[in-house]
């Protein structure tokens, strides 16, 4: 499978939650962001597609 890549810039602060909370729950970074990116609602579609 493919993987396409998403590269943002944090506060050190928001990093270092994101980290602990990772650590906490045992499940990687990357993780809790597809988890979150998934709980989104899906988009309307564009009008024409």
């Given at each position: 499978?493919k ?9 050190p ?23 979150w ?13």
């Amino acid at each position: 499978m493919k993987s396409d890549y998403i590269r943002i810039r944090t506060t050190p602060r928001r990093f270092n939650k994101l980290k602990l909370l990772a650590e906490e729950r045992e499940q990687s970074m990357t993780r809790l962001i597809e988890d979150w990116i998934d709980s989104l609602p899906e988009p309307e579609k564009i009008q024409g597609d």
